[in-house]
C-alpha cells in the first residue's frame, strides 16, 4: 500500500486503545519517520512548543515505545489537499481521539456560535448579569444616559474623597493643560457660545443653593486667602481684568438697568 503514488493521504496512528489522526503528502515512511524523530527531541530536550497530540500515544509506552505495538495506518486517499482535510477534519470530530485541533478551522457561523457560548458560560462563571441587548434607539439612549449618570457619580466622589494635595495636583495638572495658546483660543471660543452660557449659569445656580453653611464658610475662607496671597503682578492684572469687563457694551447695559430697577423701587 505504501508504494502507490498518491497526492495526499489521511492516516492513523493507534496504540493502547487511543488514535491520533493526520494528513501528508509526504511518502508515507519519511511521515511516520518524521513522528518517530520529533518525540525523541521531544524526549530528550523537554521542548512543549511542538508538541504534537500523537505523543499522548508514544508515551503510554514508556521508555520501549519504539518497540511497542502501536500502528501507523493510510485510511484514505485523495487527490487534493483540501480534500485530505476535510476528511481528517471529520474523523477528528466525529471519532474519540488524541487530537486537540481541528484539521480545518472553525467557519464563521461555527465560531460566531462558539464565541456566544463561551461568554455565557464566562458570565454565568463570574455571576454577571445578563447582558441587554441594545437592537432599539430607545435602549441605546437609555443605556448612554445610565452610563453618564453612572460617571458624573463616580468623579463627584472622587471629587468629595480627595485630600488637599490631590486636589493641588490636579489643579495643576489643570493649569499646565491650559497654558498653550491653541487650548486657550479653543477655550475661549467654546465658552462665548449662548447654550454653553446658559448651561454653566444654571449649574452654578443649582451648586449655590446646594451647598451647605460650612462649605460656603469654607469657600469664602479659600477666597480670601487667595486674594491676600496675591502678587503686585496678580493685583494689576485683575484691575486691568475688572476695567476691561465694565467696559463692555452689555456689562454697561445691564449695570444701567439695575440702576433703573433699584431707583423705580
Known amino acids: 500500500m505504501e508504494s502507490i503514488n498518491i497526492t495526499t493521504y489521511v492516516y492513523k496512528i493507534s496504540g493502547n486503545g487511543m488514535d491520533y489522526?493526520?494528513?501528508?503528502?509526504q511518502p508515507v515512511c519519511e511521515r511516520k519517520s518524521n513522528h518517530k524523530t520529533q518525540y525523541r527531541y521531544y524526549k530528550k530536550t523537554g521542548e512543549t512548543n511542538r508538541r504534537c497530540c500523537s505523543y499522548k500515544i508514544f508515551d503510554s509506552y514508556g521508555d520501549d515505545w519504539e518497540n511497542g505495538d502501536w500502528t501507523f495506518e493510510i485510511i484514505a486517499?485523495?487527490?487534493t489537499e483540501r480534500e485530505a482535510l476535510e476528511y481528517e477534519n471529520l474523523c477528528i470530530i466525529n471519532q474519540p481521539c488524541v487530537?486537540?485541533?481541528?484539521?480545518?478551522g472553525l467557519s464563521e457561523d461555527e465560531l460566531r456560535k462558539y464565541k456566544a457560548e463561551w461568554a455565557e458560560q464566562n458570565r454565568?462563571?463570574?455571576?454577571?448579569?445578563?447582558k441587554v441587548k441594545l437592537d432599539t434607539p430607545e435602549k441605546i439612549e437609555e443605556s448612554k444616559e445610565k452610563i453618564k449618570v453612572k460617571r458624573s457619580a463616580t468623579k463627584k466622589e472622587k471629587l468629595k474623597n480627595e485630600t488637599e494635595e490631590e486636589r493641588?495636583?490636579?489643579?495643576?495638572?489643570h493649569r499646565i493643560y491650559e497654558l498653550t495658546e491653541e487650548r486657550k483660543q479653543k477655550n475661549t471660543e467654546y465658552l462665548q457660545r449662548d447654550d454653553v452660557k446658559a448651561r454653566?449659569?444654571?449649574?452654578?445656580?443649582?451648586?449655590?443653593?446646594?451647598?451647605?453653611?460650612e462649605q460656603k464658610e469654607k469657600d469664602r475662607l479659600r477666597r480670601l486667602e487667595i486674594y491676600n496671597e496675591r502678587t503686585p503682578e496678580q493685583i494689576e492684572e485683575s484691575k486691568r481684568k475688572a476695567k476691561e469687563r465694565t467696559s463692555r457694551p452689555e456689562v454697561k447695559e445691564a449695570r444701567n438697568n439695575r440702576i433703573k430697577i433699584k431707583n423705580l423701587s
Open 124 to 130: 454565568r462563571k463570574k455571576g454577571t448579569p445578563e
Open 200 to 213: 454653566r449659569k444654571e449649574l452654578q445656580q443649582k451648586k449655590r443653593l446646594e451647598k451647605t453653611p
Open 168 to 173: 493641588e495636583v490636579r489643579l495643576e495638572k
Open 77 to 79: 486517499y485523495y487527490d
Open 99 to 104: 487530537n486537540k485541533q481541528r484539521a480545518i
Open 21 to 25: 489522526y493526520g494528513s501528508s503528502h
